[in-house]
C-alpha cells in the first residue's frame, strides 16, 4: 500500500504560480511512474501530466497546460512537483496525485492504483 501525499495548493490570482508536491508517508515513490489529475466541481476527473519513475519521461495530457505546466521529480527527496505557472481561473480544481504500478506512465488511467487526499487550488481574483 502506497500512501500519497499532496500539499502546496493555495488561492492564487490569475496569472500566478504555485508548486504542488506529492509525497508517500511510508513508502518510496521511485519505483512508480507518478501522474497528477484534477477534478473541478461538477466535472469528471481528467489527467494533467505524468513522469516515469526515473524522470526521464514526462507527458502533459492537456493542450491548456502545456507550456505552463511542468512535472518533475526528485527520488532523493521521494517527491514529484507540478509547477504551475501562468495560473487561469479554468485551472481550479483539486489536483490528485496518483502512483502507477508501472515504471513506465501508462496509457490507461486505470492503472493509476494509489491516491492522495487532494489538494485544492482556486485560481480567482
Known amino acids: 500500500q502506497v500512501q500519497l501525499v499532496e500539499s502546496g495548493g493555495d488561492l492564487v490570482q490569475p496569472g500566478g504560480s504555485l508548486r504542488l508536491s506529492c509525497g508517500a508517508s511510508s513508502n518510496t515513490l521511485n519505483d512508480y511512474a507518478i501522474g497528477w489529475f484534477r477534478q473541478a466541481p461538477g466535472k469528471e476527473r481528467e489527467r494533467v501530466s505524468c513522469?516515469?519513475?526515473?524522470?526521464?519521461?514526462?507527458?502533459y495530457y492537456i493542450d491548456s497546460v502545456k507550456g505552463r505546466f511542468t512535472i518533475s521529480r526528485d527520488n532523493a527527496k521521494n517527491t514529484v512537483y507540478l509547477q504551475m505557472n501562468s495560473l487561469k481561473p479554468a485551472d481550479t480544481a483539486v489536483y490528485y496525485c496518483?502512483?502507477?504500478?508501472?515504471?513506465?506512465?501508462?496509457?490507461?488511467?486505470?492503472?493509476?492504483?494509489?491516491w492522495g487526499q487532494g489538494t485544492q487550488v482556486t485560481v480567482s481574483s
Open positions: 513522469v516515469n519513475s526515473s524522470g526521464s519521461r514526462t507527458y
Open positions: 496518483s502512483a502507477s504500478l508501472t515504471r513506465y506512465c501508462p496509457l490507461s488511467q486505470d492503472e493509476y492504483k494509489y
